[in-house]
């Protein structure tokens, strides 16, 4: 059975080439989805809890106390020591006192406090009157200030000093007695906090509380939150509720911040000159979950739809395969084979595809793995392969059930044989008469049409999330890391699916066409030009990226309306342009079988394309191994470079 | 073995949008293997329904047909294949030879999913042998010409030795003089391995070679007559 199967590839040589080069899709793409990229759900989140774990979960703050950044989410590094009190100890002891609160931890802001740093020790020796030039430099980051200032110093005896020397003002100079050391003076911001809390929180237990409404802000942790997920995400919401229900008091849940730098303008101030632009890092409120949250969806759908695509294709693969060998499936029933065998057949022919597939999976990652490019865990490294298997075997489910619909009487059939006569538009030109046709292949047209409209889908919810994400995605540092990351992932699975899309199309629209051979050589003896030909199949593919379009978008709007419950009426006009896409994309692939259809003679019969001849063989068999090489060079290469 | 088939009854209508056809009605007939039955009749008289029906090709819609008293269409499917494939051999007018596959290998097909006694390449090439292509193993039907390729469909329906051939015009897309040829190869087949022979022909004069011909009109037998051979 294996060699009937081969020998009905090999002689089948255009057909065959199609369907290696689908493998070769497949098995890249999932290569590189699967065994490849380490950017899935988990990574993802274990990246977001290290590297931007903060030690509270809610802030809690008096009213008023939102600054006008705060509209966008956007937090001054140091807001906490803005705030001077505002919160009393009862609203305090309230918060403390309430379900799920770990640690409530308040800071009271007492003010600034001056105090001396000692430079260094004066050791002078001989009696006289001293002079102490002192010039300060602050460098405040954009340009340093400098001050200086003279003071006079007398040494010697105690007495003589005190009788004479009882500190005299002249102008702006100071006479006075020695002092031991050099020192300048600093200041600094007291801040009161309960001892007991703060070493829970982090650990820092002496200082003191002061006044009536002391506290500032109260930091609070809340049980149960470990990590960096929407259960986590909802629990706090729900407790930061309480204390505003409770208390009054304000509260923000700074879980999932990031820290985002932000640049600030300050302007000319009475004799102080511009000093410009300056970028400080801020804390943006939400951002890491708005990224999480989104990244999973993304990456999630991606692998999801980068599969269900594939299997798509080798759906219609195989049902053109069965529709294009009808005739020859109701002669084998015919001539007594069982209806089992056929579905048998099927199945063999698309595992020999899917162990071809797995295998060239296993050879790509292992040949990154040996030049010592990329880790692979060992698990992944079968599912790269068990993936591609299982997509062709799925793919063999439907053409093995309806293999066995074929009845032998078929072999007696000749002509044009439709149960159903209905035709949508009355055929008067060309257009309706490649819209009839279209619909006359529903079923068909159908499976060319899903395998555009997931993409499409896709392409459209993804530039959705990024001008959704545009604030997030690219202005804080952790947009930036995960842009980064997801990114090149999220750009190889789009371009995997389209290229199946634009496969799964051609293969459909060449099956047409060798189904319509003998009208397409009548249409050209009555007297049709290439040009006609060419536009008829051409409108064809048009209209299956024109459904899979309007299709695709709904499914787009479905989902957002299923992730944000909200319309995209700013951004519509936009994400309706994506339609473009798979229009683009049902032409490109009936370019192939279009100029198959140009070069049908007008006197061709069924004599069809199949050659056993040496010498075709031969090339073909060079042709394909230098393909495969390329392809898996070209592959290997690419693979290098991105993960290099 | 079926040594006889026995049509009861038979009709065969198709339902499309609605609208009824009678493609078969009333078929009452007795074929013997061993005798080379000729079916004639205008286009759409329904001799190729009838071919279709007696060859387990396709269930009717009305009556039954015996095959030695066994009603073969009401068992499984696989046991209707396995039934074709040790009963029966068909020829198409359009020949339906794979195209991708050589004459060989085409005549191989019905044995590519059986277990037979006898070497299953050896019996190819001495079926091929016997329709005069033994030159021809391993040409693609698109190297053969139509009646080499018809030929090579003969071979094929007698590959697995059965005791019935059902052809359907054989002749109808061939050239009188090859037409004729093959019209003598089954009448060889017929008297060499006594299989029974039913044979479907618009030419009146070939139907006038046969054992028994049977000349049907609008989905009925008009006439059922011995031939000129008798």
Redesign the interface.
């Given at each position: 059975?294996i060699r009937?199967i081969w020998?009905?590839w090999w002689?089948?040589k255009e057909r065959f080439i199609l369907l290696v080069v689908g493998a070769l899709v497949i098995s890249s793409g999932l290569t590189y989805l699967i065994g490849l990229s380490e950017t899935n759900k988990g990574t993802i989140v274990d990246e977001l809890q290290q590297r931007w774990s903060a030690s509270y979960d809610i802030v809690v703050r008096p009213q008023g106390s939102r600054t006008i950044t705060e509209e966008v989410n956007l937090l001054e590094p140091n807001y906490l020591s803005g705030l001077s009190g505002g919160i009393s100890i009862e609203q305090y002891e309230k918060i403390k006192a309430m379900s799920d609160i770990e640690v409530a931890a308040p800071i009271a802001m007492i003010g600034y406090a001056d105090y001396p740093v000692k430079l260094t020790e004066f050791e002078l020796e001989k009696e006289g009157i001293y002079r102490v030039h002192q010039e300060v430099i602050n460098g405040n980051g954009i340009k340093e200030l400098s001050s200086s200032s003279n003071n006079y110093y007398a040494f010697g005896d105690w007495d003589i000093l005190q009788e004479n020397l009882s500190i005299e003002v002249r102008s702006n100079n100071y006479l006075g007695h020695k002092l031991d050391y050099l020192f300048v003076m600093r200041s600094m911001l007291l801040a009161g906090i309960d001892p007991e809390q703060e070493a829970k929180l982090v650990g820092l237990d002496k200082s003191i509380i002061i006044g009536d409404e002391p506290i500032s802000a109260i930091r609070i942790k809340v049980a149960g939150v470990s990590d960096l997920t929407e259960e986590s995400q909802q629990l706090l919401e729900q407790v930061a509720q309480n204390i505003e229900n409770e208390t009054g008091l304000l509260t923000d849940i700074t879980l999932g911040s990031s820290p985002q730098p932000t640049l600030t303008h300050v302007p000319a101030v009475t004799n102080q000159e511009e000093l410009g632009w300056f970028q400080q890092p801020w804390v943006k409120i939400g951002s890491s979950m708005t990224i999480f949250k989104e990244a999973k969806i993304g990456l999630l759908g991606l692998i999801v739809s980068v599969i269900a695509v594939a299997i798509v294709y080798v759906w219609a693969s195989g049902l053109v395969s069965l529709l294009a060998r009808r005739?020859?499936f109701a002669?084998?029933?015919?001539?007594?084979?069982?209806?089992?065998?056929l579905s048998r057949l099927l199945f063999l022919e698309s595992s020999i595809l899917g162990v071809f597939v797995a295998i060239i999976s296993w050879m790509m990652l292992g040949f990154v793995y040996v030049s010592g490019e990329a880790t692979l865990s060992p698990i992944r490294f079968l599912l790269t392969g068990l993936f591609g298997f299982m997509v062709y075997l799925l793919g063999a489910v439907i053409p093995a059930l309806l293999v066995?619909t074929i009845?032998?009487?078929e072999?007696?059939r000749?002509g044009e044989i439709s149960?159903?006569?209905k035709r949508l538009l009355k055929t008067r030109g060309l257009s309706s008469m490649a819209f009839n046709h279209f619909i006359g292949k529903w079923k068909r047209s159908l499976l060319s049409i899903i395998a555009i409209s997931l993409p499409t889908s896709l392409l459209g919810l993804f530039l959705y999330i990024t001008i959704r994400l545009k604030g997030v995605m690219y202005t804080t540092w952790l947009g930036q890391y995960v842009a980064l990351e997801v990114g090149p992932v999220h750009y190889a699975a789009m371009i995997v699916t389209l290229l199946i899309a634009i496969l799964t199309t051609a293969e459909i629209m060449w099956q047409n066409i060798a189904e319509r051979q003998q009208e397409i050589a009548l249409l050209k003896a009555v007297g049709w030009k290439n040009r006609n030909v060419r536009f008829l199949i051409l409108t064809e593919g048009m209209f299956s990226g024109l459904f899979a379009a309007i299709i695709g978008l709904t499914l787009t709007f479905g989902m957002m309306w299923g992730l944000y419950r909200q319309f995209p009426t700013e951004e519509l006009l936009f994400i309706l342009s994506t339609g473009i896409v798979p229009i683009l994309i049902g032409l490109v692939g009936t370019i192939i079988p279009a100029e198959r259809a140009v070069r049908i003679s007008p006197n061709q019969g069924m004599?069809?394309n199949?050659?056993?001849r040496k010498a075709v063989e031969r090339r073909m068999k060079w042709v394909l191994i230098t393909a495969l090489l390329l392809l898996a060079g070209g592959f290997i290469y690419t693979v290098i470079q991105v993960v290099a | 073995m079926a040594i006889e088939i026995i049509c009861t009854e038979l009709g065969k209508s198709y339902i499309g949008d609605g609208v009824t056809t009678n493609a078969l009605q009333n078929i009452n007939l007795t074929f013997s293997k061993g005798e080379f039955t000729a079916i004639i009749g205008p286009s759409g008289s329904g001799k190729s329904t009838l071919l279709s029906l007696i060859g387990t090709l396709d269930k009717p819609t009305t009556g039954k047909i015996q095959y030695d008293g066994e009603e073969i269409m009401n068992k499984s499917k696989n046991k209707i294949a396995d039934f074709r494939f040790e009963e029966v051999g068909f020829i198409f007018q359009q020949f339906h030879l794979l195209p991708t596959l050589t004459a060989l290998e085409n005549v191989l097909t019905p044995l590519f999913a059986q277990k037979v006694a006898y070497k299953k390449h050896r019996r190819g090439e001495e079926v091929l042998e016997q329709v005069g292509l033994a030159d021809k193993m391993n040409s693609l039907p698109s190297q053969l010409s139509g009646g080499q390729q018809q030929r090579v469909a003969i071979a094929r329906a007698i590959v697995h030795k059965p005791n019935w051939l059902f052809a359907d015009e054989p002749t109808g897309n061939l050239d009188t003089e090859t037409g004729e040829r093959i019209f003598e190869l089954l009448r060889q087949l017929n008297k060499d391995k006594e299989c029974g022979v039913i044979f479907v022909t618009h030419n009146p004069k070939l139907a006038a070679k046969a054992d028994r011909m049977i000349t049907m009109k609008d989905g009925g037998v008009i006439s059922d007559q011995p031939g000129e051979s008798k």
């Open positions: 059975m009937f020998r009905n002689r089948n005739k020859e002669l084998l029933l015919a001539v007594g084979w069982r209806p089992n065998q066995r009845s032998p009487y072999t007696m000749t149960n159903t006569s004599g069809g199949f050659s056993n | -």
